[in-house]
Each structure stands twice: as C-alpha cells, then as structure tokens.
C-alpha cells in the first residue's frame, strides 16, 4: 500500500513539472511574440527622437512642435504660422511583398475653427502605384481621431507620406497635427495585427477565437 501511494505521489510530481513546463514554455513563447509583432516599421511613430524629425522627409509648412500631442510631448505639425497647406512628412519602410498591414495614427487640430476643418491626404505607395490614397478632416479642435487603413504590400520597400490640403481659410489660426504613427503586420492573416494577436503565426489563436479550455 505505502509503495502504491509513493507511486502515485511521484506520478503527481512528474505531471505537475510537465504542467509547469508548458506554462513557461507558453509564456516564453507570449513574449517572443509579442516583442516581434511590437518590432517598429515606422521609424520615430510618436516624432520624440531627436534630432526632431528623425526618420521623415519634411517639407513645406511641416513641423515637429509640441502644441498638441496623443503621445508624448511632441507631434507633427501642420500649417504653422498661419499658412496652407503645402506641407508633407514621408517615410520608406521595408514591406514583404503579399504581406498584410495597418496603419494607425491620430489625427487633430489646435486653434480657432472658423473657416473649416483641416484637411489631411493619406498616401501608400509602392513606387508605381496608390495602395491607399484618402483624404481625411479632422473633427472637434483638440480632440484626436484615430485612423486605420489595410494594406497589402506589393513591393520590398513601401512609402508613407501624410500630406496638408488644408484651404487657405481654414488654416488661419489653426494647425493639423498627426501622432502616433503605426504599420503593423498580420503573419497569419487572420485579421489582428500587432500586439493586438495572441500569436500572430497561428491564425487560429486571436481575440476572436473560441477559448477551448484543456486543449493541449
């Protein structure tokens, strides 16, 4: 009898390590995945490393400022010191042909909203052609919208480019102002991308999956 329960003890031992080996091993693998899916595409998405401007190509009337920001204490500043729009802030990033992405940012006006909105032109573009090309207005002056678009990438390389088509009224007073910039990808395709996923190389792992208790 004392054999049988020295047995069964043990038995219980070597489950409860196999039980504690696979939850670190799950944990392990959360992390990695979650690091890799949080890798930035977008150099500089909230505009705070220095020098200012760092990893965009700026032009016109853009700016780094920080009179409005949804993250950190700097921002993209569009149509300072009352002038229109004219403009422009781009970025080259390294895309994976046929693979899928989001971009993210948050769009807002500061100042005196008399004569309109300001108005933003969204651009993806792979060299050759318009992958997502939108123009955008932003809302209540102080309030950030966030914006997402899908994309699927054509080429190795793919470009960003934010662009201020604010009339000269409108611009009075008032500037656009962008933050927070994100492209994120979906390794598995199932919809969810970014830290947003579970385990973005398993498409049958996201938020929206049935939670299958015991499963292995």
């Not at 909203?113 to 792979?126: A, C, E, F, M, W």
């Not at 990808?185 to 299958?212: F, I, K, M, R, S």
Request: proline fraction near 2%.
């Amino acid at each position: 009898h004392s054999i049988i329960l020295i047995h069964q003890h043990l038995q219980k031992r070597v489950i409860m390590k196999k039980l504690l080996l696979v939850a670190c091993f799950c944990v392990v693998s959360i992390i990695i995945n979650v690091s890799a899916g949080y890798a930035a595409i977008i150099t500089n998405g909230s505009f705070e490393d220095m020098p200012r401007g760092t990893g965009w190509t700026l032009s016109g009337q853009a700016r780094i400022s920080g009179y409005l920001e949804s993250d950190g204490i700097l921002a993209l500043d569009f149509g300072w010191d009352n002038r229109r729009g004219t403009g422009k802030a781009s970025q080259w990033f390294d895309t994976v042909i046929g693979q899928e992405y989001q971009l993210e940012f948050d769009y807002a006006s500061h100042g005196s909203y008399t004569s309109g909105p300001q108005k933003l032109r969204v651009l993806i573009y792979d060299g050759t052609s318009a992958l997502i090309d939108s123009y955008i207005n932003t809302g209540t002056p102080y309030v950030w919208d966030t914006f997402t678009y899908n994309f699927t990438a054509t080429t190795t390389t793919t470009l960003l480019r934010f662009g201020d088509y604010t009339s000269y009224g409108a611009s009075y007073r008032q500037d656009g102002h962008v933050d927070r910039v994100s492209v994120t990808v979906d390794n598995d395709g199932d919809g969810y991308y970014g830290t947003d996923d579970c385990d973005d190389n398993d498409p049958a792992v996201n938020p929206g999956a049935q939670e299958l208790c015991y499963d292995g």
